[in-house]
Nanobody
């Protein structure tokens, strides 16, 4: 059905930046919401950021001001710009999509299609 692929993860020093990309094949972003979640070993998957089909953005409270989500609907791609990275940001980052209006964007269970994840490691 829909294939979601993340890229852009890697190893970065604290204070550095990374930009993650998410390409969704077989999905019309004009009718879709997209979200970023992350999961560290031993922890539950947590909400990072989301953008709706109407370009409304949402962020985890603790990440406001450091992370920015954007979308290119023409190319069915979403981005996550991560600045001022901290060691506690280390996790596997996942991109997900769902139909617009179908569930809350901050809730992982709302999303039907998920990527394989990309590792982000922030060193001290």
């Amino acid at each position: 059905q829909v294939q979601v692929v993340e890229s852009g993860g890697g190893l970065v020093q604290a204070g550095g930046s990374l930009r993650l990309s998410c390409a969704a094949a077989g999905r019309d972003f004009s009718r879709s919401d997209a979200g970023w979640f992350r999961q560290a070993p031993g922890k539950e998957r947590e909400f990072v950021a989301a953008i709706t089909s109407s370009l409304i953005t949402s962020y985890a409270e603790s990440l406001k001001g450091r992370f920015t989500i954007a979308a290119d609907n023409t190319k069915n791609t979403v981005f996550l710009q991560m600045n001022s990275l901290k060691p506690e940001d280390t996790a596997v980052y996942y991109c997900a999509t769902k139909g617009a209006g179908r569930g809350l964007v901050r809730q992982a269970g709302s999303y039907q299609y998920w990527g394989q994840g990309t590792q982000v490691t922030v060193s001290s």
